[in-house]
C-alpha cells in the first residue's frame, strides 16, 4: 500500500483551485483519494452551512472527474468537514490518496496506512447506545486488518462521521414502540459521537465491552479513547470510519504517531506526539524538525466543569460565544505556536475522544 | 522602595472577597495601593461594563477604606481594566502596592520599581496627535527617574490609559475652529492609543520625535514600543500613565523583565521574556522556575492584513465574534501553555505596541 | 393608596441622572419607592453584569438616601433587572413609588394599586417544585387583599424574583438526603420561574392547584398565567413579589391593563391590551390615545418546536445569538410600532407566563 | 408579458425541493426563470457562505435544466441572495418567471411587469462613483422602457446586484494611475449599493444627476430612491438589474406597490405600501385581503445616529451583534404583524434605499 497525504489551502469553503491543480498537473490521481478532511470557516455549531457547502463542491467535482454520479462519489471518498476557524486557524483541507498495489520497496519500517470503510445502517432507537458501540468496534477491527496494521498499538488516529437523530427518525422509532436515547436532536450528536468514539475504545481495548453500560455514554468521562476523532452528520445512518496507523507493510513517505493532551493548553503532550510521530529532538523541534509535519489533527473540548489547572475559566457562562469556539481558538493556538504553521486540523466536540477537557493530537509526518 | 505585587482570583467583575481578606489580615494596607490591573469577563469592546462595575466597586471599597471621597480615590489609585476573558483565560486583579520609605536592605541587585503619574488634559484636538506624543514622553521620562530607574534599558512596562473623543468633545473643537483627527469616535480610542504608545517609544528612545509626523500614528507600524500597554477610556481627559522597571535603590522581592511577540503564536518571544525577567533555564522553563512567575502581562492583536505565518486567518472576515476576541483567546493560550498557568494579563488593542500583530510581553517574578 | 409611575431614560447600566434629578427636584421621595424595573443593555443571558452593575449603582444611592445599610435598602425596594435590548429597545428604568396614607379623592373608578412582598426562603430542594408554586400562590393572595384589589380578574400585573440552585445549594440538599430538580444550574432558574409563574396561576384560579403535577413544570405550556412575569437571580433564596392591578381605593391618576400574545407578532393583543388598560380607540390608536402610555411590560419567548404562523424560523438553530435575544428583539419591535415608542420593557424567559412562544403584555397608561 | 410570482419555503440554504415539485409539476417552465430572490439564513454579513451555497445549488440544478454551460446559467436568471433570517424571518426563496409573448387579455388595468438587463463592466476606480451612477441610471431608464412600464410612478422595486472592490482590483486601477473611492474592501460594498441605488434614483428622478457630487455618495443621506434595493457581490465587475412595475401590457394576475419606512417601526408605511399594491381596507387589513399578498420586500437599517423616535437605542453599540442582524430582526417583526407571515424578505444595507435609518417596502399582490 502506498498512502499519500496532501495539506492544501483553501480561500473559502467553495475553493478547490489547489486540488484542481494537482489533479491537472498528475500528482492527485482522482481515483486514489480515498478521504477528504476539510477545516471549513463556519461555526462549528448547528448552523453551519460552510460545510456541507464544501462537501457540494467537492462532490460535484469529484463526480466529474470519476464519471460516477453523486451518490456513488460519496460512497467512495469519505468527506469529513469539520466547521470553526477559531483564532488562528487556516481553512485548509487534507486529501488522502492510496494506491493499493503498490509493491514494498522499504525497509521493514512501519509507515502510513489507511483504510476507510462503513457500518451497517443503525436503527433510530440504536443512535447513542451500547448496541452502537459494539458495531462500531467490530468495523475498527476489521479496517485495522485489512489496512494490515499489525498491532494496536499502531493505531494512531481512527476518525468517525456517525449519524444523528431528527424528529424524523425519533417518530419512526416511537411508531414502533422503541425509547430513544434523546428526544433533543442536537444533543443526540453528541450521544452519536460518544458511542461512535467508544466503540473505538473498545476496537483498542481501551476500554472492555463488559465493563461498559448504555448509562456510561456521555456520563462516565473516564472511558475514552486516545485516538478517536467523531463527528456527527444529518446526511448518514451508518458510520464511516477512516482507521490511520503505521505499517510494515505500508510503502508510504509518511508516519503517524499521537499522543493525549489532557487539557488545552497541554504543550507536553505536543511535544510528545511529536516525537511518537517520529520526530527526534531534544526538549523543543527545531526547524528543519518542523519542515516534515504534514500536519496535525486535534481535539479541542471545554472541561464539563470549566475549570483549567485550578483558574475559573468563562468558557461555559459566555452566552454570546459557543464554548467549543474558545476550545478550538486556544488548542490551534497553543499547537501552532510549536509546530509554527496555524494551519493544522481541530475539530470541537470531543466526548469520550481523550479526557475530560483535553483531547487526542494525532502527527503525520513526511519523512 | 519597596513595591509588592498581588495576583487575586475573581468570581466575577463586583467580587473583591480576596482584596478584602488580604486588607482585612493586615497583608495589604490600602495607604500604600496605587494601582489595580483587572481583567473581567466582559467582551472587550464597545459594550463591555465590566470594566467599569469592577471598577465601581473597588473606587467605593477603597473610598471607605481611605475615607477620602469617590474622586480622591479614583485620583490615588489607577484602576485600569482590561474586558475579555476569552478562551482559558481566568478572570483576576493585580494589585499594585508601593512603600516609598522603605530602606533599602538588598544586594545591588536591581528590583522592581513602579511610579504613576498624570500628564496635563488634553485639547480634544490634541488627542491622537503628535503633541499627544510630546506631553506623553515627558511624563513617562520624569516618572523613570521618580522611579528611580537608572537606564531606560531597565524599564520594561509602561501602562496607559488615555482619553477619546466623544460627540461633545468634536464639538468643543469643532466650536472653537479646530480640527480632530477622526470623527468616529471609536476610531478615536485607537488614535488615543497609537499617539500614547508613540510617547513612550520616544521616551525610551525606540522613536525619536523629529522622525515622527502627525500621519504616521496609525498607519506607520514599524514605528512602536516594545514595552507600551494603553487602554482608552472616556471618564478622563488626561493620561493616567504607570512605570514598570528595574531599579538598584528598590528594596522589592519582585523584578521585571520583557520581550516582544512578534505574532500570537511566537513561543520564542515568550521564553525570552522569561529569562529576560530573570529566570533561568534551557529551552524550556521547570515547575520551580515557574513558580516564580507572578503574572504575565501580553498586548494581543490582529495583523493588519490577516495572515499569520503566511497562512491566510478569518480573524478579520469574521463578522459574529471581534478579531480582537480571537487574538486575546489565542495569546492567553499559548503563554499559559507555557507558563502552566491560565490566569495572565493579556489585553487586545495594540496600536504601536509592538509591530503590527505581535505586542509586549512582560512578566513580573519574585525571587 | 397613591401610586406613581415613572419612566426614565437610562445611558447605561450606571446612569441614575434622571432619577437623581425627580429626587433632588421633590418629585420621588425616596421613601415611597417600592420598586424599580430596569431594562440594562446586556446580552439578558448568564454573563449579563449589566443587572448586577445597575442594582449596585442603584442600592448606594438608595442607601445613602434613606439613611439605611445596603441590606436594608435592598429589602425596602424591590430592584428588578432585566438585561437584553434588542432591537431598538431602549434601555431605561421604571421607578414605582407608593404612598399608603394618601387619602382617595377620586370618583369610583378603579385605579393602579402596587403592593410587595416575599415568600419565606425556599429550601434547594423546594426550588421549581409544586411546594413553591404553593406558597407563591399563598403569598400573591395576600397582596391582592393588602393592595384592596377586589376581584382576581383586576389583577394585571405580578412581577416575581425568584431563586435559583447553584452547586453549593444542590450539594447543601443532597448532604441532606434530599433530591432537587435538576443539576444544571442554569435550567434551574427555567424551574424557578416556571414554578413561580405558575404559582401566580393558582392564586389567580387560572390553574387548580389540584390538577398540579409536579411533572407539568415545564412540561405541560397549556398552564400559565396571562400576567405573570418572573426572572431568577442568584442573590435572594425567597421570592419578592410585585402585585399591580386596579383598586376603587387607590387614588393614583394611573391604570394598568392586559391581553396575552400568542405569539411573537400578535398584533391584535396588543391592541386589546391598549383597549384593556382604558384606551378608547378604533382599530389603531391615534397620538393622543398613545401620549397617555406611560410604559409597556411583555414577555418574550421562542416556541418551544421553532415554528412561527406555521413558517419554520431558524430561532433555536441560531449557535452565534440565543433565541432570547431575537424574540426581545421582536416583540420589542413590534409593540414599539403600534406605541410609537421604542422605550418598553420586554424580558424574555416566559416559562407558564402565556403560551408557549407567546406571553403576557401589561400597559400602565395616565389618565 | 405575463410575470408569475411564486414564494418557496426552504429547510436550509441547499433546499430546492419546493422548486423541483413546481418545476417537475409543470407549473414552473425553467426557461421562463428570470430570477431568484433567497433570503438565507447566514448572518448577512462578511462570512455569510449561505448566499453562495444556495446560488451554486440553484445554479448547477438550473444548468442540468436549461441544458447550458453554469456561465450561460448565471447569465440568464439573476440569482439574488440576501443573508440573514434573524428575529422571526422564515428562509424562503421568491421565483420570478416570465412569458413574453402572453398576449394582453386582461382588461386596461395595469399589471406586474418584470425586466432584467446589465450594465457595462465598471472599472475599479468608477466602482462607488458618479460615473456608476450615470451608467446604473441609462439601463434602468432602458429597462423600464423593455417592460414597457408607461410611467415613472408605476416602478414599485428596483432590485441591483453589483460589484465592490478586492485588493487585485484595486491594485489594477493604482497600476494605472488611477484613485479607488477607498481602500477598505467592506466598504467598497456600501460605495457600490450607495451609487447603484442613486443611479436608480436618478432614472426615476427622485434626484437629479446635475445636483448629485462624487461627495455626496455615503454622506448625504436625504438624497435617496424609494424603491431601491441593492446588494453588492464578489462574483461581478457589472451591475445586475431587475426592474418591477406595474404596466397596462402586462397580462400578469400580480400587482405591486411600494411606500417608504421612515423607521424601523414605521407601521403606518406597511399598511400604505398594502394600499399601494391594490390592497383595499379600512385601518387594518382583513384576512381575505392578506390572502393576497404574495411577498414583501423590505430594506432594514439602523439609524447612522443609532437614535430611534428620539430615543437612544444600543444598535450601533452592540460589539457582539452586528446592527444591520439587529435592524433585520425589528423590520421583519414588524412587517409579519401586519401581514401575519413571517415568511417575507427583509435585506440589510440599504444606503440610499431610503432615508436615513428606514427603507423601501415594495409588495407583490395576486389579485
Same mark, same amino acid.
Given at each position: 500500500?502506498?498512502v499519500k497525504v496532501y495539506k492544501l489551502e483553501m480561500s473559502g469553503p467553495e475553493d478547490i483551485t489547489n486540488l484542481e491543480k494537482l489533479v491537472n498537473s498528475g500528482e492527485i490521481n482522482p481515483k486514489e483519494v480515498i478521504?477528504v478532511m476539510g477545516k471549513t470557516e463556519g461555526n462549528g455549531c448547528v448552523n453551519d452551512f460552510t460545510r456541507g457547502y464544501c462537501t457540494e463542491v467537492l462532490t460535484n467535482y469529484f463526480s466529474k472527474k470519476l464519471e460516477?454520479?453523486? @451518490? ?8 469529513? +468537514? ?6 488562528? +486557524?487556516?481553512? =485548509? ?11 514494498? /520497496? ?16 443503525? &436503527?433510530? !432507537? ?23 496494521? @499489525?498491532?494496536? !498499538?499502531?493505531? =494512531? ?7 444523528? &437523530? /431528527? ?15 434523546? *428526544?433533543? /436532536? ?7 459521537? %460518544? ?8 476496537? $483498542?481495548?481501551?476500554?472492555? $465491552? ?31 470510519? &477512516?482507521? +490511520? %496507523? ?10 503517524? %504517531? *499521537? ?7 497541554? #504543550? @507536553?503532550?505536543? #511535544?510528545?506526539? #511529536? ?8 526538549? &523543543? ?8 509535519i504534514v500536519n496535525v489533527f486535534a481535539k479541542a473540548e471545554s472541561p464539563s466543569h470549566g475549570v483549567v489547572r485550578n483558574r475559573r475559566t468563562t468558557l461555559l457562562t459566555d452566552s454570546d460565544i459557543n464554548h467549543t469556539? =474558545? ?24 466526548? *469520550? ?15
Amino acid at each position: 500500500m502506498d498512502v499519500k497525504v496532501y495539506k492544501l489551502e483553501m480561500s473559502g469553503p467553495e475553493d478547490i483551485t489547489n486540488l484542481e491543480k494537482l489533479v491537472n498537473s498528475g500528482e492527485i490521481n482522482p481515483k486514489e483519494v480515498i478521504a477528504v478532511m476539510g477545516k471549513t470557516e463556519g461555526n462549528g455549531c448547528v448552523n453551519d452551512f460552510t460545510r456541507g457547502y464544501c462537501t457540494e463542491v467537492l462532490t460535484n467535482y469529484f463526480s466529474k472527474k470519476l464519471e460516477k454520479t453523486y @451518490e456513488e462519489t460519496k460512497k467512495q471518498i469519505a468527506f469529513i +468537514m469539520s466547521g470553526g476557524t477559531e483564532g488562528v +486557524m487556516s481553512p =485548509h483541507m487534507t486529501v488522502f490518496t492510496q494506491k493499493l498495489d503498490s509493491e514494498k /520497496t522499504n525497509s521493514d519500517e512501519k509507515r502510513l496506512a489507511v483504510y476507510s470503510g462503513y457500518t451497517r445502517d443503525f &436503527l433510530p !432507537e440504536e443512535i447513542g447506545t451500547k448496541t452502537m458501540v459494539e458495531e462500531v468496534s467490530e468495523v475498527v477491527k476489521e479496517l485495522i486488518k485489512k489496512a494490515e496494521i @499489525e498491532s494496536i !498499538e499502531d493505531v =494512531h488516529f481512527v476518525q468517525i462521521k456517525c449519524p444523528l &437523530l /431528527t424528529s424524523e427518525r425519533i417518530n419512526d422509532a416511537e411508531s414502533r414502540g422503541k425509547k430513544v436515547v434523546t *428526544h433533543d /436532536t442536537y444533543k443526540s450528536m453528541g450521544y452519536s459521537r %460518544g458511542a461512535s468514539a467508544l466503540g473505538i475504545a473498545v476496537a $483498542l481495548e481501551e476500554i472492555s $465491552l463488559e465493563d461498559l453500560e448504555d448509562s456510561d455514554i456521555l456520563k462516565d468521562w473516564s472511558k475514552y479513547s486516545a485516538v478517536a476523532s467523531t463527528s456527527a452528520g444529518v446526511e448518514l445512518m451508518n458510520c464511516e470510519v &477512516l482507521v +490511520m %496507523g503505521n505499517s510494515k507493510t505500508s510503502n508510504s513517505e509518511y508516519r503517524i %504517531g *499521537h499522543s493525549v493532551m489532557k487539557d488545552a493548553i497541554d #504543550l @507536553e503532550a505536543i #511535544l510528545e506526539s #511529536l516525537k511518537n510521530a517520529g520526530l527526534e529532538f531534544e526538549s &523543543l523541534p527545531k526547524k528543519e524538525d518542523l519542515d516534515k509535519i504534514v500536519n496535525v489533527f486535534a481535539k479541542a473540548e471545554s472541561p464539563s466543569h470549566g475549570v483549567v489547572r485550578n483558574r475559573r475559566t468563562t468558557l461555559l457562562t459566555d452566552s454570546d460565544i459557543n464554548h467549543t469556539r =474558545h476550545a478550538r481558538a486556544v488548542v490551534n493556538g497553543v499547537i501552532s505556536s510549536v509546530v509554527g504553521d496555524p494551519m493544522i486540523y481541530v475539530s470541537g466536540g470531543g466526548e *469520550h475522544q481523550g479526557p475530560d477537557g483535553g483531547g487526542p493530537i494525532s502527527v503525520i509526518i513526511k519523512a
